[in-house]
């Protein structure tokens, strides 16, 4: 009979051990159902008209990532090809819109030969999509460029960015997504409230007959109309926001801005400009070997060619210098440079006056533009007497400088002296004059 005791606790204690567990199981159910339908309910509930609120989350893009949407389905797929223009930026993938208040915008710029050609195939491609021009600025030259503003449905968004991009070559791109559905779910919310105020207001007048309720009344229903108004414009403004999507498009000159950059450095050395690049403020001692580096970038957005370099101070070309890095004789893209070396012995301090020039082009080595982008330069190199005896040669031509410059002194003071050469023979004159006189009086 004990054991029987000792054999049936167990299984008690076991079956309630069993009950726990379910019971801490469906628990641990229901708190994790409701932590996703908190999550979920932030990004999207339903506001009984079949549309899902949201807190209102902007996604946006500057080179065509996949923008997941609120409700964590897979990005549409765009149309077209998987690239946008000659930049080599991916289409945007935008986020399933179904059940969601999107607004959609992009801001891009694209670089074309033909500002104008471009605009008016701009306008065709928009078109074809079922979109219209909304706004337009255009300036000419001598750089010219056009801002176009586009609307065009939200599902025709990708086709139009690439459609855009490859006009010319994409140079930037800004693609942004903002979930407005909250602020619209909370805008028809107030209006609802407001309108209901503004109907209670019109009945309260129609039954006032007292003039002080009257007037306040009609005060107070004005202030409430008012804002059922502003509402209703607000709420209006942004369905246009989201009813059509905004396209700024940005079209500039591919080749408007040819540009020179010139570095000029120097070092004492000759070894064939080696150390290129040298030193800005150099100080060398007189007569010794410096070796003066050129450093030239084509800092513009189009090809340069027929490089041309004349140093009027020490006296070389383009020919005369040693080439360090590139190939002056050749065409050099955007962003890319070449280094030349000029071997001096300066004797005296030097303020070089470096000119260079080239000629755009474009890819094909057509010439663009009648003149060539020049860009001047100097470097000041100082030079030092290294000090000891002086030589000879030293001494005879410090005694020949002193010399020359005492004559260069006294044609000087002559020159100063000429034009008062007749004040001592006024003096003389009147001399001559005033001695018989004197010689008069005297013999009386």
Request: charge should be negative; charged fraction near 25%.
């Given at each position: ?15 309630l ?6 019971v ?38 500057s ?10 389905d ?10 946008l223009?000659e ?18 915008t992009?801001d891009?710029?694209v ?18 999509l ?17 801002v176009?503003?586009f ?16 006009i ?57 109309e ?28 591919a ?9 000029i450095?120097a070092y ?12 800005v ?13 050129f450093?030239i970038t ?9 490089f ?5 101070v020490l ?6 210098l ?19 070396a000029?071997?001096?012995t ?32 100097t470097?000041?190199?100082?030079t ?7 030589t ?34 006024l ?18």
């Amino acid at each position: 009979m004990g054991q029987r005791k000792k054999n049936r606790i167990p299984a008690r204690v076991l079956a309630l051990v069993t009950v726990l567990i379910v019971v801490i199981a469906a628990c641990s159910g229901d708190s994790g159902g409701d932590s996703f339908e908190e999550v979920s309910g932030d990004i999207a509930t339903d506001d009984g008209a079949g549309r899902a609120a949201s807190t209102g989350t902007t996604v946006a893009a500057s080179t065509g990532e996949e923008m997941d949407d609120a409700d964590g389905d897979e990005a549409a797929p765009s149309d077209g090809d998987d690239s946008l223009g000659e930049g080599g930026v991916t289409p945007v993938a935008l986020p399933n819109q179904i059940g969601r208040d999107i607004i959609f915008t992009a801001d891009m710029t694209v670089a074309v030969t033909d500002v104008g050609a471009a605009g008016d195939e701009a306008t065709r491609e928009i078109d074809r999509l079922g979109g219209f021009l909304f706004g337009q600025r255009t300036t000419g030259s001598p750089n010219p460029s056009s801002v176009l503003t586009f609307k065009v449905q939200p599902e025709d968004f990708s086709a139009a960015l690439e459609a855009l991009g490859s006009i010319g070559e994409l140079r930037d791109q800004n693609v942004t997504a903002s979930d407005v559905t909250e602020r619209i779910v909370d805008l028809e919310s107030r209006i609802q409230t407001a309108a209901a105020s503004v109907e209670r207001l019109r009945g309260l007048l129609a039954e006032a007959t007292d003039i002080e309720s009257i007037v306040e009344l009609e005060s107070e229903l004005l202030v409430r109309e008012t804002e059922l108004e502003t509402l209703r414009g607000s709420l209006r403004t942004l369905q246009d926001q989201v009813s059509l999507a905004t396209i700024v498009l940005t079209l500039t000159e591919a080749a408007a801005n040819p540009q020179l950059a010139v570095a000029i450095s120097a070092y004492p050395s000759h070894d064939s400009g080696m150390s290129c690049p040298g030193q800005v403020d150099v100080e060398v001692e007189t007569g010794t070997e410096t070796t003066v580096c050129f450093d030239i970038t084509n800092a513009g957005d189009t090809w340069l060619t027929d490089f041309e370099m004349r140093d009027s101070v020490l006296d070389v070309e383009l020919d005369d210098l040693v080439v360090v890095f590139g190939d002056p004789s050749g065409s050099l893209e955007p962003g890319d440079s070449f280094i030349v070396a000029a071997e001096v012995t300066p004797e005296r301090d030097l303020r070089t006056q470096t000119t260079v020039t080239a000629q755009a082009v474009d890819e094909e080595g057509n010439e663009i533009g009648s003149r060539p982008v020049s860009r001047t330069e100097t470097l000041f190199l100082n030079t030092v007497d290294p000090g000891g005896i002086p030589t000879f040669a030293e001494g005879l031509e410090a005694s020949w400088d002193l010399l020359v410059r005492i004559g260069q002194t006294l044609v000087l003071v002559l020159g100063a002296l000429i034009p008062f050469f007749w004040v001592p023979l006024l003096v003389w004159i009147v001399w001559r004059m005033r001695r018989p006189a004197v010689k008069a009086e005297a013999g009386e």
